[in-house]
């Protein structure tokens, strides 16, 4: 769980993450998530380093036994999940795992269950949406003026959510290349396995509109409406997703 960012476009003192959303932290909506998913064995969660008594609080009321370690996030995105890759030092390259952002918190269940087993037949998965307004490409005049410069088919175009998940073997072939590239600039882990293991596929499965990342202020009464529509909890399976572990089991 990547809680490292400090949400400086929130303008408040406490991080996104720890926000207040229908009388819980933000945070522990999206860890609710993760710990009630069976196909999760373990959590750790990289928070911001000013903040992690107050993670470690969250965890140790509602999640002590599915949450193995609070840890400090990175100056960046970058060195935050190069931080959670290097907490997972004691697991095998065939292990799976799935990086997401906490400012997230209504991630559902079906989409945890989608990208595990995307990672069935590819080393990398990421949870996209279509793009449903136009997107353009822009280019600035020596002016300082922004003109367009091309508008690309919407049909091929994808708005990316998390989580990402990936093969272990994959992702730690990708950051090792990518942490020994002074020009490196990433805000996305499926781009890093693109850019630097470009023959490896990164399948892309479906995500869901509700899925949102608190980033700007009113963001969370957004979420708290989404959540009333859905019934009020961030992580209650589906009748649906129930069918299918009945099945699986």
Known sequence: ????????????????????????????HALAAFCAAPEVDDVIV??????????????????????????????????????????????GDEDLVLLHDAARPLVTPEIISACVDALAEAGAAGVAVPAGDTVVEIAPTSGGAEVLRDVPP????????????????????????????????????CGVVLRYLPGEEVRI??????????????DVEIAETLMRVRGGTAAAPSAARARRQEARG
């Open 205 to 218: 499965v479906a995500g869901d509109e509700s899925n949102i990342k608190v980033t700007n202020p009113g």
């Open 46 to 91: 990289l928070m911001v380093p000013e903040h992690l008594d107050e993670a470690e609080e969250i965890v140790a009321r509602a999640f002590p036994d599915r949450v193995s370690a609070v840890l400090p996030g990175g100056e960046n995105r970058t060195e935050t999940s190069a931080a959670a890759l290097r907490a997972l030092d004691h697991r």
């Open 154 to 189: 919407r049909s091929s175009l994808r708005r990316m959510q998390t989580p990402q998940g990936f093969r272990l073997e994959v992702v730690r072939r990708a950051y090792r290349l990518a942490l020994a590239d002074p020009d490196l600039v990433a805000t996305d882990d």
């Open 1 to 28: 769980m990547l809680a490292g960012g400090v949400g400086a476009r929130m303008g408040g003192p406490s991080p996104k993450q720890l926000l207040p959303l229908a009388g819980r932290p933000v945070l522990e």
